[in-house]
């Protein structure tokens, strides 16, 4: 069905000329009680428009008859004109106005042919027109909302399958790869292999890592974020990491410095997350950090009027690297979005590192942001906000077993 024209919504209703004598076109007016609007035209095109309740206002005031009986009807007619050419789409008539006390009217339309007089357009209509577009048109978004979310159900499905087929044969090449660099089952024949199952081992856990990020900025960007809240104390991650990542950082023959308060509180929080978080920054600061360097983890909680004007428990990753030119330190926690250098050209990364912490910390109501000086080293803060604090120590916690220094 093709949307209807402005013509569609002409009907003839008979002009007069301006010439017309207002005592005519008040008998036609009483003849025909449903012409609303009368146009004026002259040689066919049209001038003006006498308007029902204008003109009989006018008309029946005293001595109105007297006055304009036998006066042209030029007198009393409207002549800011609103025409529209009859080819015209009606979403492009524009028939709004305000009267003299701003209030919104809806003004009387003429369509033209070649800019002859065509038919006075009906605005009823039009507003009817308009509402069915506004249907038709909400029934249409509406739809592409459905078949967007059902491409969106669809596409996590897809994720989900993909990262088990992707997760299940590279754990095993990992697993494989890592009983043979122990020589679980003895010594391996020629020695060679020995480097070979080295690469296959770390070239294994770089694409998983990859994997990862990829699979869980999908999940982020389909706005699919799960909070799985537990409470528990940051020392027992903040431990189990630092474990972790000491052969990279003695690999890097980088020193690591903890400084974590005393009398740190129970969060509340994701713990996954929590672990993506910490080891992101550090690997962050491992990775752009040249030999020689040092790697501070600090942790507080700090108070409304510190540096930061929040109130929360913020961890701090401070490293001695090659720094971030500030033009780019919003940038870098874009997606995709890595500095260029001869440095960072050798260090192999998604570039996706830095926005997914972002999107972990704002999913706890926190904040990340980033401090540098370029050639001196980063400072990367990530504040979980005041709520996620549990002060009591909550009950059945293994924080009581849990041994006092970290590393
Ligand atoms: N501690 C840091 N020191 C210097 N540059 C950094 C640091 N952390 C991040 N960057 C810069 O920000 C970019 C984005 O970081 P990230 O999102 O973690 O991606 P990736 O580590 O995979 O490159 C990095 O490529 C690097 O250029
Ligand atoms: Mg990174």
Redesign the pocket.
């Given at each position: 069905m093709t949307p209807p024209k402005a013509r569609d919504l002409a009907t003839l209703v008979p002009p007069i000329s301006q010439q017309t004598s207002c005592a005519a076109v008040f008998d036609r007016l009483l003849a025909e009680p449903e012409t609303q609007n009368i146009p004026v035209t002259r040689n066919g095109q049209p001038i003006g428009l006498i308007g029902r309740q204008d003109f009989l206002q006018n008309y029946a005031r005293p001595f109105g008859p007297e006055l304009y009986g036998r006066t042209p009807v030029a007198r009393l007619m409207q002549r800011d004109l609103v025409t529209v050419e009859g080819g015209m789409s009606c979403e492009t008539i524009d028939v709004r106005s305000q009267d003299s006390y701003g209030n919104p009217v809806l003004r009387p339309f003429v369509v033209t042919e070649g800019g002859l007089y065509g038919g006075m357009g009906d605005t009823t209509k039009l507003m009817l027109v308009m509402a069915d577009l506004a249907t038709a048109r909400a029934a249409a978004l509406q739809e592409e909302t459905h078949r967007a979310e059902a491409a969106s159900r669809s596409k996590t499905q897809f994720l989900a399958g993909m990262s088990h087929e992707l997760r299940t044969p590279l754990n095993a090449i990992i697993g494989f790869a890592d009983l043979m660099r122990l020589r679980t089952f003895g010594e391996l024949q020629p020695a060679r292999y020995g480097e070979y199952v080295e690469d296959i081992h770390r070239s294994g856990l770089h694409l998983l890592n990859m994997i990862n990020?990829l699979l869980d900025m999908a999940k982020i960007e389909s706005g699919h974020v799960e909070l799985r809240e537990t409470t528990f104390h940051p020392l027992d991650i903040g431990v189990d990491i630092l474990r972790m990542l000491r052969q990279s950082i003695a690999d890097a023959r980088l020193s690591l410095r903890v400084d974590i308060a005393d009398d740190l509180p129970f969060i509340h929080a994701d713990q996954q997350h929590i672990r993506r978080i910490l080891i992101?920054?550090l690997?962050?600061?491992i990775?752009?950090?040249p030999p020689e360097g040092c790697i501070t983890l600090a942790v507080c909680v700090c108070g409304p009027d510190e540096a930061c004007g929040e109130e929360g428990l913020k961890v701090t990753?401070e490293?001695t690297?090659?720094?971030?030119p500030p033009d780019?330190l919003e940038k870098?926690?874009e997606p995709f979005?890595?500095?260029e250098n001869s440095f960072?050209r050798t260090?192999a990364?998604?570039?996706?590192?830095?926005?997914?912490?972002k999107a972990m910390v704002e999913a706890h109501g926190g904040k990340l942001w980033?401090e540098?000086e370029l050639g001196r080293?980063?400072r990367?803060h990530a504040l979980l906000p005041a709520s996620r604090i549990v002060w009591e120590r909550p009950l059945r916690s293994r924080a009581a077993q849990r041994g006092a220094s970290p590393v």
């Open positions: 990020e992101n920054l690997s962050n600061a990775k752009y950090t990753v490293d690297g090659i720094g971030i780019m870098v926690m979005e890595q500095v960072t260090r990364g998604t570039g996706l590192g830095l926005s997914l912490t980033l540098s080293g980063t990367a």
